[in-house]
């Protein structure tokens, strides 16, 4: 059993709108989570595909083009998780500050040649 992670850190959006996008991969085969992805009308899912590439890419390097059969891995893991927030403050009405959090995530996408059962 082979096991392949991916990690993207520092990612601009927050952990729960990833997470969304991840939930729409997560147990599916590599072909078929690449075209989730491709037709999924949503700016943030840029990252999360990259980063399944990415997993993908490693595979590959670790095993070679040759023992690297595409059909054969699942995605077993894919979570966003809440990194740093960024704090700024906003002008509000009668002088007052508003703070507005800027937020980021962490995304890890893992892929294996074995599917799990839940």
């Known amino acids: 059993m082979s096991e392949m992670v991916a990690r993207a850190r520092f990612v601009r959006g927050s952990a729960k709108k990833y997470n ?3 939930e729409l991969i997560r147990g599916r085969q590599i072909d078929e989570a690449i075209n989730i992805l491709t037709f ?19 595979a590959e390097s670790r095993l070679g083009k040759a023992k690297f059969e595409r059909n054969d891995y699942y995605v077993i893991d894919a979570r966003a998780d809440t990194g740093p927030i960024m704090k700024r403050l906003r002008a509000a009405p009668r002088g007052r500050g508003v703070l507005i959090r800027k937020r980021f995530a962490h995304l890890t996408v893992k892929i294996s040649d074995e599917k799990r059962k839940k």
């Open 40 to 58: 999924l009308n949503k700016p943030s899912k840029e990252p999360v595909f990259k980063t399944l590439k990415s997993a993908i890419a490693n």
């Open 20 to 22: 969304r996008i991840l």
